[in-house]
């Protein structure tokens, strides 16, 4: 991998102010494969200013030129995958197949819908007396995560492109290797100089710079709750918009009517997807009192059926992504059965066979809303079975969360399904297991953050309204 003691500014790979390194490590082995440069203020500062001297040739490109940049962004990312695909599964974990047949795709879907919305999106429209314009927002710090590192860059870069924003990327400093590549991408498909700038390093260092610079017009983050937080008061001061996907604890209701086996096998499934590491993950299992012998005896052969190991092998599972992480899940583990969680499966520590590497077992615990492991966030492979006793009582719980990102129903009525999908407070609700829309919008209720992604509606976010008042007179 090229350039990874470099930042790319001004359509330029150039030398960071500052020589401080961070290990890259690959969580399968503990060990690190590279090194990654650490910038400072000092380097968001170079970057903001390349960003801000391009934005008003990039605001006043055609068109169809900004369509043409796209669909080159995309069709070098597709012959890319293997690369993309290499390096995510060697800095996050994923297992080599899922990140080619799942990371790399989900990421390169959002340049191909954002080409579809442009095929109709109105920037300009006459309501009445006024002519309504939508304009890029300027200039656009990007703060991206870990867990899904080119899926939520280019959720965001593909709008901004679209929108004709320029743009400084901070991608997580624990998953940097994508990001890095996808620079390599910009710049072989013709993003003019300063569109596109990348700086690496961390939060307190890069993400808090680009959070409080002034020439920053807005900063669209993904990451954890108590992170955004952090972003909002120090973006505040400069009254700058700020977009936020952050954590969640999303419920996933089991009506009565639904086919046991196979539901709760697709939700053991879809919790342990990415290892666990999803902000929307269905972690609670809500399902009848009356049927809980059964869905425990289904989700302990689900769980143990998940195959750990080496990510370039078959496995289902890799590790989790980093030593924070892991340490976190286990902690996390701990406190559910010191809590009196009943333990379904799983438990602390790794699977039998994996001495290193920061691999988690499946686990499956049955709580009480109450409980630690109920409520808050754990982001590895952990699933929390809750009793419900009539579907009042389900809504009751699947509410009972400051989080709100997405939130999940299954039944054979799919009227009903959808009628309590619709009094659930979630920015995505799935009913029945559905396949991914990189159509639908993607952000949470509550503390699960502001704004939404995806297509037109992550498009709008970095657009301002004007209003042209006087269009009904000569």
Same mark, same amino acid.
């Given at each position: 991998?090229?350039?990874?003691?470099?930042?790319?500014?001004?359509?330029?790979?150039?030398?960071?102010?500052?020589?401080?390194?961070?290990?890259?490590?690959?969580?399968?082995?503990?060990?690190?494969?590279?090194?990654?440069?650490?910038?400072?203020?000092?380097?968001?500062?170079?970057?903001?200013?390349?960003?801000?001297?391009?934005?008003?040739? !990039?605001?006043?490109?055609?068109?169809?030129?900004?369509?043409?940049?796209?669909?080159?962004?995309?069709?070098?990312?597709?012959?890319?995958?293997?690369?993309?695909?290499?390096?995510?599964?060697?800095?996050?974990?994923?297992?080599?197949?899922?990140?080619?047949?799942?990371?790399?795709?989900?990421?390169?879907?959002?340049?191909?819908?954002?080409?579809?919305?442009?095929?109709?999106?109105?920037?300009?429209?006459?309501?009445?007396?006024?002519?309504?314009?939508?304009?890029?927002?300027?200039?656009?710090?990007?703060?991206?995560?870990?867990?899904?590192?080119?899926?939520?860059?280019?959720?965001?870069?593909?709008?901004? *492109?679209?929108?004709?924003?320029?743009?400084?990327?901070?991608?997580?400093?624990?998953?940097?290797?994508?990001?890095?590549?996808?620079?390599?991408?910009?710049?072989?498909?013709?993003?003019?100089?300063?569109? !596109?700038?990348?700086?690496?390093?961390?939060?307190?260092?890069?993400?808090?710079?680009?959070?409080?610079?002034?020439?920053?017009?807005?900063?669209?983050?993904?990451?954890?709750?108590?992170?955004?937080?952090?972003?909002?008061?120090?973006?505040?001061?400069?009254?700058?918009?700020?977009?936020?996907?952050?954590?969640?604890?999303?419920?996933?209701?089991?009506?009565?009517?639904?086919?046991?086996?196979?539901?709760?096998?697709?939700?053991?499934?879809?919790? !342990?997807?990415?290892?666990?590491?999803?902000?929307?993950?269905?972690?609670?299992?809500?399902?009848?009192?009356?049927?809980?012998?059964?869905? *425990?005896?289904?989700?302990?052969?689900?769980?143990?059926?998940?195959?750990?190991?080496?990510?370039?092998?078959?496995?289902?599972?890799?590790?989790?992504?980093?030593?924070?992480?892991?340490?976190?899940?286990?902690?996390?583990?701990?406190?559910?059965?010191?809590?009196?969680?009943?333990?379904?499966?799983?438990?602390?520590?790794?699977?039998?066979? *994996?001495?290193?590497?920061?691999?988690?077992?499946?686990?499956? !615990?049955?709580?009480?809303?109450?409980?630690?492991?109920?409520?808050?966030?754990?982001?590895?492979?952990?699933?929390?079975?809750?009793?419900?006793?009539?579907?009042?009582?389900?809504?009751?719980?699947?509410?009972?969360?400051?989080?709100?990102?997405?939130?999940?129903?299954?039944?054979?009525?799919?009227?009903?399904?959808?009628?309590?999908?619709?009094?659930?407070?979630?920015?995505?609700?799935?009913?029945?297991?559905?396949?991914?829309?990189?159509?639908?919008?993607?952000?949470?209720?509550?503390?699960?953050?502001?704004?939404?992604?995806?297509?037109?509606?992550?498009?709008?976010?970095?657009?301002?309204?004007?209003?042209?008042?006087?269009?009904?007179?000569?």
């Amino acid at each position: 991998m090229p350039n990874w003691t470099q930042f790319y500014i001004d359509g330029q790979w150039v030398t960071p102010t500052s020589s401080e390194r961070l290990d890259v490590a690959d969580p399968s082995t503990e060990t690190a494969f590279a090194q990654v440069a650490i910038g400072n203020s000092d380097d968001v500062d170079r970057a903001v200013r390349a960003a801000r001297r391009a934005f008003p040739d !990039f605001a006043a490109f055609p068109l169809a030129e900004r369509i043409a940049l796209i669909a080159r962004i995309r069709d070098l990312c597709i012959a890319r995958t293997d690369d993309l695909a290499s390096a995510i599964s060697r800095e996050m974990g994923a297992t080599l197949g899922f990140a080619r047949d799942v990371h790399v795709p989900a990421g390169i879907s959002h340049l191909s819908e954002i080409l579809r919305v442009l095929e109709t999106f109105d920037f300009e429209r006459s309501n009445g007396r006024t002519r309504i314009v939508k304009e890029p927002i300027g200039v656009c710090g990007l703060i991206t995560p870990w867990n899904w590192p080119l899926n939520q860059t280019l959720c965001k870069i593909a709008p901004a *492109l679209a929108a004709g924003c320029t743009m400084v990327l901070k991608p997580s400093e624990r998953s940097p290797a994508s990001g890095l590549i996808l620079a390599e991408i910009m710049d072989e498909a013709g993003t003019p100089p300063g569109v !596109f700038n990348l700086v690496n390093g961390d939060g307190p260092g890069v993400g808090s710079a680009i959070s409080a610079h002034p020439d920053i017009d807005m900063v669209s983050f993904t990451g954890s709750t108590r992170a955004g937080v952090l972003v909002s008061q120090t973006a505040a001061p400069t009254v700058k918009k700020v977009t936020l996907e952050l954590g969640g604890k999303s419920a996933n209701i089991l009506l009565p009517d639904v086919d046991f086996p196979d539901a709760v096998a697709k939700a053991v499934a879809r919790c !342990f997807i990415n290892n666990g590491q999803s902000c929307n993950a269905p972690t609670r299992l809500l399902v009848p009192q009356e049927r809980i012998d059964e869905v *425990l005896a289904h989700a302990r052969a689900a769980a143990e059926a998940v195959i750990v190991g080496d990510p370039a092998s078959p496995s289902a599972q890799g590790p989790l992504a980093n030593r924070p992480q892991f340490e976190k899940v286990q902690q996390m583990i701990e406190q559910a059965v010191a809590d009196g969680a009943t333990l379904v499966c799983g438990g602390p520590g790794r699977p039998q066979g *994996l001495n290193c590497g920061y691999y988690a077992r499946p686990t499956v !615990f049955l709580a009480t809303p109450d409980m630690t492991i109920a409520k808050e966030e754990v982001f590895g492979p952990v699933l929390t079975i809750l009793t419900y006793t009539d579907i009042e009582d389900a809504v009751r719980i699947a509410e009972d969360t400051e989080y709100g990102l997405a939130a999940y129903v299954s039944g054979r009525d799919i009227e009903q399904a959808r009628q309590v999908a619709r009094r659930l407070r979630a920015g995505t609700v799935h009913v029945n297991y559905p396949a991914r829309d990189p159509a639908a919008p993607f952000g949470g209720y509550k503390r699960s953050g502001i704004g939404r992604e995806w297509g037109e509606f992550g498009l709008e976010d970095f657009l301002e309204t004007k209003g042209i008042v006087g269009y009904g007179h000569a």
